[in-house]
T-cell receptor, first 112, second 107 residues
Framework: EADIYQTPRYLVIGTGKKITLECSQTMGHDKMYWYQQDPGMELHLIHYSYGVNSTEKGDLSSESTVSRIRTEHFPLTLESARPSHTSQYLC???????????FGQGTRLTVV | KNEVEQSPQNLTAQEGEFITINCSYSVGISALHWLQQHPGGGIVSLFMLSSGKKKHGRLIATINIQEKHSSLHITASHPRDSAVYICAVPNTDKLIFGTGTRLQVFP
C-alpha cells in the first residue's frame, strides 16, 4: 500500500482566499509531482520536484506555487483562489531513476 | 495526435464478462503503467510492465514493445471493477497519460 497522503480531501473556499494543499509521503522518494485533473479529463502535470529545494513547472501553466523544504512534503499553494481553479489536484511520488509512481487520494477543490 | 491513446473511451459490461482495454503509444519507452481511478478520485497503480505479461488476480496486462501497444484484461468482471483505467508512459522524468477508459460493470 502506498504511503502518500493528501489533505484535505475536499475543500470549498471563497474567491480570493489563500489555500495550501498538503502532500506527504513516507517512502523517502526524491521525485514528487502535482497533477491537475478536471472532471472526465486527463491528468496534467503542473509542478514537480527532483528533491529538496528543487521545483519545476510542469506542462500545464498554473497560478499555483510549490515548495520542497523537506523530502516528505510537497505543498501546493494558491495565493488567491479563483473559480477557474476548481479542479481535482493529485500528488504523486517516485524514487529517483525509477518511474513507478504512487498517487495520493487527491484533493477536490471548489472555489465559489 | 496524442502520444498515448486508449480505446475504448467508455465501456459497459455485464458482470462476468471478459474486458479488454487497449493502449497505443508513439514514444519509445522503458515501461508502461496501468492505473485505476475510482469515482472518489484516488489513483492506484495496477501494473508497471516493460515486456510480456503480468497477472494480478483477475487483472492481466500485456505489452508488445515492437508494436507499441498494451492491453489490460479483466476476467470475470464485477461491479466493483467500475472505474476509469488509465495507461501512462514515462517521458524523461514525467508520465504521459492516456485519456482513460471509463468502465461500468452492471450486475
Amino acid at each position: 500500500e502506498a504511503d502518500i497522503y493528501q489533505t484535505p480531501r475536499y475543500l470549498v473556499i471563497g474567491t480570493g482566499k489563500k489555500i495550501t494543499l498538503e502532500c506527504s509521503q513516507t517512502m523517502g522518494h526524491d521525485k514528487m509531482y502535482w497533477y491537475q485533473q478536471d472532471p472526465g479529463m486527463e491528468l496534467h502535470l503542473i509542478h514537480y520536484s527532483y528533491g529538496v529545494n528543487s521545483t519545476e513547472k510542469g506542462d500545464l501553466s498554473s497560478e499555483s506555487t510549490v515548495s520542497r523544504i523537506r523530502t516528505e512534503h510537497f505543498p501546493l499553494t494558491l495565493e488567491s483562489a479563483r473559480p477557474s481553479h476548481t479542479s481535482q489536484y493529485l500528488c504523486a511520488s517516485s524514487e529517483y531513476g525509477n518511474t513507478e509512481a504512487f498517487f495520493g487520494q487527491g484533493t477536490r477543490l471548489t472555489v465559489v | 495526435k496524442n502520444e498515448v491513446e486508449q480505446s475504448p473511451q467508455n465501456l459497459t459490461a455485464q458482470e462476468g464478462e471478459f474486458i479488454t482495454i487497449n493502449c497505443s503509444y508513439s514514444v519509445g519507452i522503458s515501461a508502461l503503467h496501468w492505473l485505476q481511478q475510482h469515482p472518489g478520485g484516488g489513483i492506484v497503480s495496477l501494473f508497471m510492465l516493460s515486456s510480456g505479461k503480468k497477472k494480478h488476480g483477475r487483472l492481466i496486462a500485456t505489452i508488445n514493445i515492437q508494436e507499441k501497444h498494451s492491453s489490460l484484461h479483466i476476467t470475470a468482471s464485477h461491479p466493483r471493477d467500475s472505474a476509469v483505467y488509465i495507461c501512462a508512459v514515462p517521458n524523461t522524468d514525467k508520465l504521459i497519460f492516456g485519456t482513460g477508459t471509463r468502465l461500468q460493470v452492471f450486475p
